[in-house]
Every structure is written in structure tokens, then in C-alpha cells.
């Protein structure tokens, strides 16, 4: 049987992420200093996600925690999550964030990853509980669509990095979001931005993969970009251009897991992040062939192996502690 999501990894998944989306220290501030009014603490800033050593952390470490509620409501971390958002995902402090994003200097602030992630976010508290929690984040939501709409028009060139800014992850988080919310508008400027970006991708060669702080596979990210975006004949002829060789294990560095030499390092420990989005690539790809397709099993092998090298350091250094579950569930629930 592949690994999937079950109650107990849940259970175990949402302590970690209980234990850091308000823990305030240590802090990455992403912000610009546009004067000394600017600085601020975190959570001066950031009245909702402070936590999580960073702000995108924090916003996926909430859906991770959102996406548990919804797939196993009584587990026993459930009352904790709902105390969480009761307390935290309000008007007043939405508001506050949005004031920081409203700041002039701000207009590029975690574009694209922590766009994604928010959209994502937005996209899993739909319909949960009632949809109070997505109600009362409506406000921010919709400041990150909109900077999609303004963004995605003047970005000539993609950016194929295996880092936050890669593009192609956040047209992904951002399409379930788009359906979720059945904005056709927003779902065909992320199709039409897609294939410009990407449409004409072919015999890639993953070269610089990976590089020593990745956590994203700039190839895989990208296949699994179209995959969720293009229609399902039109994709597979795509696939069959872009990955020509799976037969032969062509390109090899995308069948192999990465090696993390030390997990106290947070970029070094990119690479188990690197290990589980490459899961969740490689599961979601092959999930969109036939069975009978040889590049099936092959695709079906390789992401459990990576999985497998990523699960078992999910928790253990704050480095990975404060991300890498978000991940795992991606990899687990494709």
C-alpha cells in the first residue's frame, strides 16, 4: 500500500504546526523599512501570521491545519484548530494584515510563494465549518487575487528557481483556489499565463537540479503546473514532450533523492522539502496516465522513494520543523 494521510499522521502533523503558527520567535520579516514607522515586531505587522520563524510558513502551516479539520474532523487536535481560528482568523486582525499589505512598499512581498499559499489557504477554508474563517480572511484573499491580475500581464518570463520565487508553484496553489471560487477570470489568465510561460517546454534536461538549497524540482513543479491547468489530452501530449525519456530514468537527477548534509542549516535543510514536493510531483503526474502506461510504475516508484526520504524528517531541527508537514500532506494527499 502507497503512504497515505490518516488520522494519526494528522494528529501528529497538526501538533507540529499547532506548536509554531503563534510561536513569534525566532522571525524572518519580510517586509521594507519604508521608515522607522515600519519597524515593527511581527505580530505589529502581521496581526495573523507572525508565527512560524516567517510569514508564508505561517499561512501554509494554517491551511495544513485547515485541510486537517476538513479530512478528520474529530481528531483530538480538531478543538485546538477551531480555538486557533476562532481566536485568530477575525475582521480585526485581518484588517491589520491587510493594512501592512496596503503599504506602498509592499506591492512585491512574497510574490509569488506567499500568494500561492494565501490562495490556497483562502481555497481550503471555503465551505469549512460553516465558512466564517474564509468570510473573515475575504479581505486579504482578495488583495492576493487581485496582485495576481495585476502581476501575471507584465510578467514576461517566468522564473524557473527551485526556490519561493518559481513561478509555476504558485500558478498551481493558485488554480485551486480559482476553481474553488469558480472566478473564471482568474482560472483563465492562470491557463493563458501558463502556456506562454511554458506551453513550448520540451526535452527537459533538469540541468542545476538540485542545487544546494531547493525545495522545489524547477522540471516537476512545471509538469505539475500544466497538469493542473491545461485540458487532460492536450496535457499528456505536452508531458510526453517535455519528459521524453521516464523509460530510461532520463533525466537521472530527478531520480534520485536529494542528500541532506545538515539539518540545522534552513536553506541545506531545503532539500527534504525538496524530497516531499518531488513526491507530490511525481504521484500527481503519474496519477494522470494510464495504469497500463509504463511510465507509471516507474514514476509510482521513484515518488515513494522520495517520500519516504522526507517523512522521516519532518519533525526534529525548527529549520524544517516549522514547513516541511505542509509538504508532507501535499505529498501524502496527491
Keep these: 500500500m502507497r503512504p497515505s494521510l490518516t488520522s494519526d499522521i494528522a494528529q ?8 509554531h503558527v503563534r510561536r513569534e520567535y525566532p522571525n524572518k520579516p519580510g517586509n521594507v523599512l519604508a521608515g522607522p514607522e ?52 477575525v475582521p480585526d486582525k485581518v484588517a491589520g494584515e491587510c493594512a501592512t499589505m496596503s503599504a506602498p512598499m509592499m506591492r512585491g512581498f512574497e510574490r509569488p510563494y506567499g500568494w500561492g499559499w494565501l ?8 465551505g469549512l465549518e ?11 484573499t482578495e488583495i492576493f487575487v487581485q496582485r495576481f491580475r495585476d502581476f501575471l500581464p507584465i ?13 509555476a508553484f504558485a500558478l498551481r496553489l493558485a488554480a485551486d483556489y480559482a476553481e474553488t471560487a469558480g472566478d473564471q477570470h482568474l ?20 540541468w542545476g537540479e538540485p542545487s544546494g538549497d531547493d525545495f522545489l524540482s524547477s522540471a516537476l513543479i512545471g509538469a505539475e503546473c500544466m497538469r493542473r491547468l491545461m485540458p487532460e489530452t492536450d496535457f499528456l ?25 545538515d539539518r540545522t542549516d534552513g536553506k541545506i535543510a531545503h532539500l527534504d522539502g525538496l524530497n516531499l514536493s518531488r513526491a507530490w510531483c511525481w504521484r500527481s503526474l503519474a496519477a494522470a496516465l494510464p495504469q497500463s502506461d509504463p511510465r507509471h510504475a516507474i514514476m509510482v516508484d521513484v515518488a515513494e522513494e522520495h517520500l519516504a526520504s522526507g517523512l522521516a524528517h519532518v519533525a526534529g531541527d525548527y529549520m524544517g520543523e516549522h514547513w516541511l508537514a505542509s509538504f508532507a500532506t501535499l505529498a501524502l494527499e496527491a
Design 12 to 19: 501528529r502533523f497538526a501538533i507540529i504546526a499547532l506548536g
Design 38 to 89: 515600519d519597524a515593527k515586531t511581527p505580530s505589529g505587522l502581521y496581526p495573523v501570521f507572525y508565527g512560524s520563524f516567517d510569514w508564508h510558513s505561517c499561512v501554509h502551516g494554517y491551511w495544513m491545519l485547515a485541510h486537517m479539520l476538513r479530512r478528520f474532523p474529530d481528531i483530538p487536535a480538531a478543538a485546538g484548530i477551531r480555538s486557533l481560528f476562532d481566536v485568530m482568523l
Design 119 to 126: 490562495l490556497k489557504l483562502a481555497a481550503e477554508l471555503e
Design 130 to 140: 460553516g465558512g466564517r474563517w474564509a468570510e473573515a480572511l475575504r479581505p486579504l
Design 155 to 167: 510578467a514576461t518570463y517566468p522564473v524557473r528557481v527551485g526556490t519561493h520565487f518559481n513561478t
Design 187 to 206: 482560472i483563465q489568465l492562470l491557463q493563458d499565463t501558463a502556456q506562454r510561460w511554458y506551453g513550448k517546454d520540451e526535452a527537459c534536461p533538469a
Design 237 to 261: 501530449r505536452w508531458f510526453d514532450a517535455f519528459l521524453p525519456e521516464i523509460t530510461q530514468q532520463k533525466p537521472e537527477t530527478l531520480f534520485a533523492p536529494a542528500s541532506v548534509s
